[in-house]
């Protein structure tokens, strides 16, 4: 613990007063002083501070024994130590938390601290910040104090171990303190360059700062220097070459004799000079820092306080420091992250009265008895889980995750057919137009196994035989004629529709539902807090159902998702085959081809991926084009290929789809930008062009578009040229078929950033916080759901700094805090 200076000055300046009288305090200053010093002695770290207190000899009490004038210089030499170590202190560590100060703290920094600047008034009130130097840091999204603090380095230099001259090892990362013996300028290559002799008490050691002639004028024979870089060897002698260097004079070392601290940098800044800076700022600024995470909890879980955490973070002083800092501001980050999900699962769910549907079995019955399969254990346990939730006075959210085939859609009827039996309606959101007709397919298909059809027109079919009444589905999407789409549009908003089957447009502006009770919607990546509160504005709070085909670690899904409860598929239905994988060299691209006429030769259809083309979607359609042209003309000129493009109306892509599920091309043809989510049995090939471009998950969402009939099923990859890391990545996708394994070495090798576009997802930047460490991330959730649940509104003043942290993370619903 820090030591409180103030009772002593305050004796002291009393016995001045009294003119050493030695009457300041009961039983005589030797006593208080011993009692001082027992307690002093351990809370004093900074050596020179502790020096001085020796030098002092408060522990050999003579006071009493001292004329009046050596009494006065005694009270002197304390009075001074105690300002000197006051301000020492609050350059340091642990002991440096300045005291909680009863009165304005004497410390020089706030001299320093340009008038009315706050921790978040822009960098350019520090001195020595150009308004160019500012720039420069706002490049890397830094523009205020805050920033600065929070920007962290990259990594550290282990150059805390002293060693001696003799002790050098060639190649290693070493650091001596030495005298300088002789510097001088010399030409090295051509190049005015610095050289220094420099020796301790065992041996001298020659240092050369290539290209850098100035060093001549700071380093003067006599001065002490810290030298820390790798030994290389010149003639047979161990030498630095332009290692890291400081003057050793009465302040922390900041580039050598330590972890020193590296950062990631942008044109125009220089590591030494950024470094200074930070060193400044950190002991000048963190302090103020307001320490958000209530106490109790820092205390509990024996975090470090958030000022020392972002000292150590830049500049620890020690590897066991420096993880206790990344701990604190890591689980910082991930407690904010669950604290303002699950604020939003509250909004959500607490805060807006849900359509309570009853469950009625028997309707549900008939749909399972027509499937032509039995559902799945986990199919089964997971319409139990929904089914609850429906029963619920709170609207559900909950975030359905399943591999492709593994059974989603007939789920999700089933859900939808409980909304329609209690007089509400639902609606299906697909990413795609493609995927929203696929879905209205399949859905009719489900519907008409257990009814009956009654109405069949484009876009609208109703069944009899389900419900007491006949159920009505429809498709709405772009491409339907504007009569008609008006026409269906009414009909949703008359309520004579159950279930509307689209795509986003569903939710926009055009589209008036007359009772929405659910809404399901097909891939989540898509769909945010945004169209919630946009559906929440159209005065419904519906049960709401997100099905995904990523597989998201379960941890992760709670973080990022924590707003959604969890339902997992996590068995495929039997018979499910192991789609062959295999990772092709470019020269086997014949082979590949000619596999593929096999193959269609023997009755069965292919996928080919067109290569990525990243520029735009324009660049990407005319590629593809070509690159569909060269395949149905040079190499699959006896075969009928199909093409889809993100430029083709959705009627055209519609068609080409349609034609494809029918056996009337062989091969199709389409760019990766194009959900290929389709459901055709009878393919069998899945080809993937520069298959080293994609992540893992996406070539396991490319490779489930096959497998799905009763054929041995194949997907191949291209790669003309991979990197390093893309010849793991195929290696890893030609080993591994289970999609959860696959995204958690996704996630390991892009990171959550990539994984998930976390800056189009709303959730605040992760920078300390490792989505890998799992155990970190159930913590902070634990900890989060422990505080909400004392109150969701964190109103008592203890909280109030938290408060307005979330507010500060979570600026959107910056308002839902306050
Ligand atoms: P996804 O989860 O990828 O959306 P689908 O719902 O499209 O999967 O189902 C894939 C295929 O598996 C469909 O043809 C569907 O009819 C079939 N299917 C679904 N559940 C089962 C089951 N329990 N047993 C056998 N086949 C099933
Ligand atoms: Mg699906």
Redesign the pocket.
Known sequence: MPIDFTPLRKVLELEHKKDYSDSAVIGGLDRFLAKWVAQAEGSITEPKILNRFYKLNLNKPNYASLNREQRRQRVKDILNFLAEAEQGTGKRGEASLPPIPSKPSPKPRTKTTAAGSSINSPITVLKGISSTLATKFSKLGVRTIRDLLYFFPNRHLDYSQRKTISQLAEGKEETIFANVWQVREVKLGGRRSTEAIVGDETGNVRVVWFNNPYLVRQLATNKQVVISGRVGIFKGRPVFESPEWELLEDRELVHTGRLVPLYHLTQGLYPRPVRKILKGVVDQWAWQLEDFLPQELIKRRHLLALPQAISQAHFPEDELMKDRARVRLAFDELFLLQLGVLRRKHHWREAQPGSPFSIDTPILEVLLHSLP????TA?KRVIREILADLEKPKPMSRLLQ?E???????VAVATLLMAAANGYQGALMAPTEILAEQHFTHICQLLSRAGHQEVEEDYRHSYSGILPRPITVALLIGDIKETRKQELQQRIFNGDIDIVVGTHALIQKEVEFFRLGLLVIDEQHRFGVTQRSLLRQKGFSPHVMVMT?TPIPRTLALTLYGDLDLSVIDQL?PGRQVIKTKWLKPQQRDSAYAFLRRQVASGRQAFIICPLVEESEAIQARAAVAEFERLSQEVFAELRLGLLHGRMSAAEKGKVMCHFRSHKLDILVSTPVVEVGI?VPNATVMLVESADRFGLSQLHQFRGRVG?GQEQSYCLLLAENPSEVARERLDIIEKVQDGFKLADEDLKMRGPGEFFGTRQSGIPDLRMAKLSDVALLELARSEAIRLFEKGPGLETPEYQPLVKELARIWPKEGGEWS
């Open positions: 399969f039995e559902l799945t199919q399943g492709v085939g593994s059974g989603k859609t007939v085909a239905p459901d799905r």
